[in-house]
């Protein structure tokens, strides 16, 4: 749509929203926003290495590059090196992070933004490099901040404002379809356009669907990555979309007010674990009564775990998990796998773990129960215990756990870092895994991105 056609129309939420993406600066930013940022950025970039491990980060990736070509304005896949369209990259790569259920996520969001905002925004910034116009890294911070602001609040605003439970990919779309706006160069008009088709485009996928019967649609972010730079790029060439009903609506309006002010991206969560978030209360539980009362897993009889309902749904149609979706979209297996194990990392989702008749025996000896108070807080809370039963008759019963990592509960730098080196060294190696973590570091001082682009941009070996 012309510039134009918008000039007479009243200033509505879509257009300050417009213009708090074309006009946010890095140095507008608090310090503890950037902060936050490269806590962000650095714990992605970790899950996205795991996650080139995966079966479905394979498929992924191969689709992409086969499928999803581009002629012009193609992209490197994020940790593969092949070229895509700047959407198939962004799709592959949220994909591939999306396989390792270890990001960042937001609780009334009930899902994540991260996920697919930064491989949009590296598949973007890939095709201003190859074009000559290249990103520095104080721009590539401010715009992962604004798909933050963006993306959470959508989410926030879709979920309030229909009733069934949809994926993160139907409003992360929106957040990339911001990022993608503002790298395309896209007017005040154009980007309420980008952010309407991605609204409409973005994936509804039925979330509890997928929780109840785990498989690689995961959370959807792949295609709302896709939907949002495709929708930016459609909205540049006057492309029109429906007015993104999360933004424009009039009962919506508070949520967007704050742009600027209040900086949700503060608000984003932490895993200790790559597992679904509902089931970290419970590992935290259970882990408590292991560390006080120093008892091994063959001597637990039983399991009992109160929790939220949408946590007790997790894999309900599968009671033993034979893939890492299954492992990863469960609550008695990650439980189970803990008190075998003593944590729960990319091994313990993996196929030895998941074969082990030690973790088939307490997934097999462990209840669920919901727990009404539990209940009412979520999903602002998230909340379990964990009652164990011991073969010498005692039963430990543990305080109300909640999840590490919450903002009230913050996984320290030195945590995230570590987190960071475990999930990347065994694939990156640690050198590799350092320079990495090197060059996230310094990036709000560098002029050129290019260098942290062919790190995270080429194959894994």
Same mark, same amino acid.
């Given at each position: 749509?012309?510039?134009?056609?918008?000039?007479?129309?009243?200033?509505?939420?879509?257009?300050?929203?417009?213009?708090?993406?074309?006009?946010?600066?890095?140095?507008?930013?608090?310090?503890?926003?950037?902060?936050?940022?490269?806590?962000?950025?650095?714990?992605?970039? $970790? !899950? /996205?290495?795991?996650?080139?491990?995966?079966? *479905? +980060?394979?498929?992924?990736? &191969?689709? %992409? =590059?086969?499928?999803?070509?581009?002629?012009?304005?193609?992209?490197?896949?994020?940790?593969?090196?092949?070229?895509?369209?700047?959407?198939?990259?962004?799709?592959?790569?949220?994909?591939?992070?999306?396989?390792?259920?270890?990001?960042?996520?937001?609780?009334?969001?009930?899902?994540?933004? $991260? !996920? /697919?905002?930064?491989?949009?925004?590296?598949? *973007? +910034?890939?095709?201003?490099? &190859?074009? %000559? =116009?290249?990103?520095?890294?104080?721009?590539?911070?401010?715009?992962?901040?604004?798909?933050?602001?963006?993306?959470?609040?959508?989410?926030?605003?879709?979920?309030?404002?229909?009733?069934?439970?949809?994926?993160?990919?139907?409003?992360?779309?929106?957040?990339?379809?911001?990022?993608?706006?503002?790298?395309?160069?896209?007017?005040?008009?154009?980007?309420?356009?980008?952010?309407?088709?991605?609204?409409?485009?973005?994936?509804?996928?039925?979330?509890?669907?997928?929780?109840?019967?785990?498989?690689?649609?995961?959370?959807?972010?792949?295609?709302?990555?896709?939907?949002?730079?495709?929708?930016?790029?459609?909205?540049?060439?006057?492309?029109?979309?429906?007015?993104?009903?999360?933004?424009?609506?009039?009962?919506?309006?508070?949520?967007?007010?704050?742009?600027?002010?209040?900086?949700?991206?503060?608000?984003?969560?932490?895993?200790?674990?790559?597992?679904?978030?509902?089931?970290?209360?419970?590992?935290?539980?259970?882990?408590?009564?292991?560390?006080?009362?120093?008892?091994?897993?063959?001597?637990?009889?039983?399991?009992?775990?109160?929790?939220?309902?949408?946590?007790?749904?997790?894999?309900?149609?599968?009671?033993?998990?034979?893939?890492?979706?299954?492992?990863?979209?469960?609550?008695?297996?990650?439980?189970?796998?803990?008190?075998?194990?003593?944590?729960?990392?990319?091994?313990?989702?993996?196929?030895?773990?998941?074969?082990?008749?030690?973790?088939?025996?307490?997934?097999?000896?462990?209840?669920?129960?919901?727990?009404?108070?539990?209940?009412?807080?979520?999903?602002?809370?998230?909340?379990?215990?964990?009652?164990?039963?011991?073969?010498?008759?005692?039963?430990?019963?543990?305080?109300?756990?909640?999840?590490?990592?919450?903002?009230?509960?913050?996984?320290?730098?030195?945590?995230?870092?570590?987190?960071?080196?475990?999930?990347?060294?065994?694939?990156?190696?640690?050198?590799?895994?350092?320079?990495?973590?090197?060059?996230?570091?310094?990036?709000?001082?560098?002029?050129?991105?290019?260098?942290?682009?062919?790190?995270?941009?080429?194959?894994?070996?």
């Amino acid at each position: 749509m012309p510039e134009d056609a918008r000039a007479d129309a009243p200033v509505g939420t879509s257009d300050r929203v417009a213009e708090f993406i074309r006009g946010s600066t890095f140095d507008a930013l608090p310090d503890d926003v950037v902060h936050h940022a490269e806590r962000c950025l650095l714990d992605l970039i $970790g !899950v /996205a290495a795991a996650g080139t491990t995966t079966r *479905l +980060s394979a498929i992924a990736r &191969e689709y %992409a =590059a086969a499928h999803l070509c581009g002629r012009d304005h193609s992209a490197r896949i994020l940790f593969d090196g092949r070229r895509a369209s700047c959407a198939g990259a962004a799709f592959a790569g949220a994909a591939t992070i999306d396989s390792i259920d270890a990001h960042d996520g937001h609780a009334l969001t009930k899902g994540h933004a $991260g !996920v /697919a905002i930064l491989p949009a925004l590296l598949a *973007l +910034s890939d095709v201003r490099v &190859e074009e %000559a =116009a290249p990103v520095d890294g104080q721009e590539l911070i401010a715009s992962l901040v604004l798909g933050y602001e963006v993306a959470t609040r959508a989410g926030i605003a879709l979920h309030s404002s229909v009733s069934d439970y949809h994926c993160s990919g139907a409003w992360n779309a929106i957040g990339c379809a911001a990022v993608a706006a503002r790298a395309l160069g896209l007017g005040t008009g154009q980007t309420g356009e980008a952010l309407g088709i991605a609204e409409y485009f973005g994936p509804r996928g039925q979330m509890m669907r997928t929780c109840a019967a785990p498989s690689m649609v995961k959370d959807g972010s792949g295609w709302g990555a896709h939907a949002g730079i495709s929708a930016a790029w459609l909205a540049r060439e006057g492309f029109t979309g429906a007015p993104a009903a999360t933004i424009e609506r009039d009962e919506l309006e508070p949520l967007w007010s704050d742009l600027g002010s209040r900086w949700r991206i503060r608000e984003q969560y932490f895993k200790a674990y790559p597992v679904c978030r509902w089931a970290q209360p419970a590992i935290e539980a259970a882990l408590a009564l292991q560390r006080t009362h120093h008892f091994a897993d063959q001597d637990i009889a039983t399991i009992k775990i109160e929790t939220f309902d949408e946590a007790v749904l997790l894999g309900a149609e599968r009671t033993l998990p034979r893939t890492t979706e299954d492992a990863q979209y469960s609550l008695t297996y990650p439980v189970a796998a803990a008190l075998v194990f003593g944590d729960v990392g990319v091994d313990e989702i993996g196929p030895a773990a998941l074969a082990d008749p030690r973790v088939h025996r307490l997934v097999a000896a462990t209840t669920l129960r919901v727990d009404r108070d539990f209940d009412r807080r979520f999903p602002a809370e998230r909340w379990s215990r964990a009652e164990i039963g011991l073969r010498d008759g005692r039963v430990l019963r543990s305080e109300p756990s909640r999840a590490q990592g919450d903002p009230d509960t913050p996984l320290s730098d030195d945590r995230l870092r570590g987190k960071f080196f475990a999930l990347c060294d065994p694939v990156l190696g640690h050198p590799r895994a350092k320079r990495i973590e090197g060059l996230v570091s310094v990036l709000r001082d560098e002029a050129r991105l290019e260098p942290l682009l062919d790190e995270l941009l080429r194959v894994v070996r």
